[in-house]
Structures are given as structure tokens and as C-alpha cells.
């Protein structure tokens, strides 16, 4: 939608892939209305706030929160769009450069750490502990 309202202004998207999962099918969307979007899948293999929030609640216990490995720029490549692996950290500025020059869609699956980011906002645990003691004696 942002690009179709601003179709002169760069439009990029930066999410987890969690959040890209749920919605991935836009980009068929995106294909076939040609719009050179640049999506950067941030790609730590697991829903992250809620791995965060596990991890602050639970010490370290986690449930149902790990991904495979799934390769988001070959999905991208799947329907009809240009997809990036950028696997170094080096490799992100040619990768957006890549992007911002295609007329196509394009994904850039960024791999980093899905340990590195798992300390939540301060909000987010404050939000857990009221949820805990919400469940207290269930």
C-alpha cells in the first residue's frame, strides 16, 4: 500500500521472519502489481519477541519458538521476485544497494543471530510478569 500511495519514495521493509511468514503471500501482490519493494527479512530462525519473552520469563526454557531454516530470498525467487542471502554482515550494504536498483520486488534473507537479541523492552516483561501472575494457580 505505501508504495502504491508513493510510488516516486523508496518503500523498505524491515521485519522478522516470523512476521514475513504470516504474510509472505503479499508478494505475489508485489510481483504482479511491479512494485519495487525492498523487504530485509531478518531471519534468526525462531518468533523472536515471543523466544524473548520465553527467555525472560523462563530462564531459558523455550516451547514451540525454534524455525527450520527456511530461505526466504528463494521464496522471494518462487514468486517472481528478485531474492539476496546475505549471510555476512558485509554483505548487507551491496545487498540494499542491489535492491534499490531492481524493478522487481526484492527480498533480502538476512541471517543473524537468534541469541544475540533476546533481551525484551522493559514494556514487553512488564506485560510477562502481569501474565504470570495472571496464570498464578492455573
Known sequence: GAKLANPDRP?????????F??????????VRCRLPIVVVVCNDG??????????????????????????????????????IRVEDPEDIRPALEEAAGSELPTVIDAVVDGEANLDVPVFFQMIVQLWLQGCEGI
Open 11 to 19: 518503500v523498505y521493509v524491515i521485519q522478522g521472519d516470523g512476521s
Open 46 to 83: 525462531a518468533w523472536g519477541m515471543i523466544k524473548g519473552a520465553q527467555h525472560a520469563a523462563f530462564g531459558g526454557r523455550y516451547c514451540g519458538v525454534d524455525f527450520g531454516e527456511t530461505r526466504h530470498d528463494l521464496l522471494a525467487e518462487a514468486m517472481g521476485a528478485r531474492g
Open 21 to 30: 511468514m504470516i504474510h509472505c503471500q503479499d508478494l505475489e501482490t508485489a
